[in-house]
């Protein structure tokens, strides 16, 4: 039996981070339906009870000697592990584990990683040479292969793949606008999504989208839902923008974490997104909803300049009147445009689990 042990941003309730955990195990379990699954997790219990999984806590650090000493293969990855914006000491961990995999020969992924930005010289040298000890490293963008390659690396020794969450299957509309009905609202009226998060600046950019909301419902009589992805940082921002509207009629909270599948499916019946959160916009792309993002990470570029999308621009400087006439544009637009796009990063992002398992095979 092949065992796999999966380290990651994992337990935190952040939903992009458990639909990518959702995929990865999703599609390790259709292409080998034996495999034993061990994830490193921020809450065990919850990481077990959602993801029917083995599950140690990230600083048990006997418990993960213990798993990395019976497994075949680690994967590091997906998301945004690798960077030192949020935190220096988050790098060094998952830098630590992906050290610990090498002292040990297991066989190492770095699988879908969103690499950077990493500043610092010992930091970068320090990654460069844990990272050269992976069997196989595939990045979400092109963005991360060129912060790989500025380290040292080449070309050759990377691949481009996609976000794990890309080989989700779409959401179901219908159950969506069940959702959205359970929450108060008028199926059959238009409705503007918002995922917000915290961020620097936020006096200032809370301001302009509380503003934006206002201008949006003004102009095409539409529903405001602000949809959290990670609480209860999330809820706290959107209630922020809630309360600076002049006009807080027809605004709603989705108050109540969801699976990774209800997420889509409550995206999917949106009229429009208007994301921070990259794995927002992401469900929005998979569902033909169009959206745009207001870019606070490189994470959130390197995603739209691929899908050849709309940024609406940083968040340091987002004004309400751009994110209403940028909203005038994509209410002509039916998100469909990038579907072959869409179609290709969905074969990408199967193809990395194949890849992965064709690792346990040699």
């Not at 092109?142 to 050759?156: I, P, R, T, V, Y």
């Not at 008028?186 to 006096?203: C, I, Q, S």
Request: glycine share 6%; net charge neutral.
């Amino acid at each position: 039996m092949n065992k796999v042990l999966i380290s990651g941003y994992y337990g935190f309730s952040n939903a992009g981070d458990e639909a990518m955990l959702t995929a990865i195990l999703t599609s390790l379990r259709r292409q080998d339906p034996d495999v034993e699954l061990t994830v490193i997790s921020g809450h065990p219990d919850m990481t077990e009870r959602i993801h029917q999984v083995r599950s140690i806590h990230r600083f048990n650090l006997w418990k993960i000697f213990r798993a990395m000493a019976g497994t075949d293969l680690l994967l590091s990855g997906g998301g945004s592990l690798l960077q030192n914006v949020t935190s220096h000491i988050s790098l060094f961990y998952y830098l630590s584990i992906i050290a610990l995999a090498a002292l040990m020969h297991k066989k190492i992924m770095l699988f879908a990683q969103g690499i950077g930005p990493i500043r610092g010289t010992f930091s970068r040298f320090l990654t460069r040479s844990v990272c050269r000890q992976a069997d196989l490293i595939t990045v979400r963008d092109d963005g991360s292969l060129e912060d790989l390659c500025a380290m040292g690396f080449a070309k050759s020794d990377i691949l481009v793949t996609s976000d794990a969450v890309f080989s989700l299957p779409p959401g179901r509309k219908e159950a969506g606008r069940i959702e959205l009905e359970s929450l108060g609202m008028d199926r059959n009226r238009p409705v503007v999504g918002f995922a917000l998060r915290h961020w620097k600046g936020e006096e200032r950019f809370v301001a302009e989208f509380a503003r934006a909301a206002d201008l949006l419902k003004k102009e095409s009589h539409c529903q405001i839902l602000f949809i959290p992805l990670q609480f209860p940082g999330d809820e706290e921002v959107s209630c922020s923008v809630r309360d600076r509207m002049t006009d807080a009629s027809d605004v709603y909270f989705l108050d109540h974490k969801l699976s990774t599948q209800a997420y889509q499916d409550l995206i999917s019946s949106l009229d429009m997104l208007i994301g921070m959160r990259l794995h927002a916009l992401v469900f929005a792309a998979l569902n033909d909803v169009p959206f745009m993002a207001v870019s606070y990470d490189p994470k959130v570029d390197r995603f739209v300049a691929g899908m050849k999308g709309r940024v609406v621009n940083r968040i340091d400087r987002v004004t309400a009147e751009e994110i209403a006439a940028l909203a005038r544009t994509l209410r002509c637009s039916d998100g469909k445009q990038e579907r072959a796009r869409i179609e290709a990063l969905r074969s990408e992002a199967q193809a990395n689990i194949a890849r992965a398992v064709a690792l346990l095979k040699h």
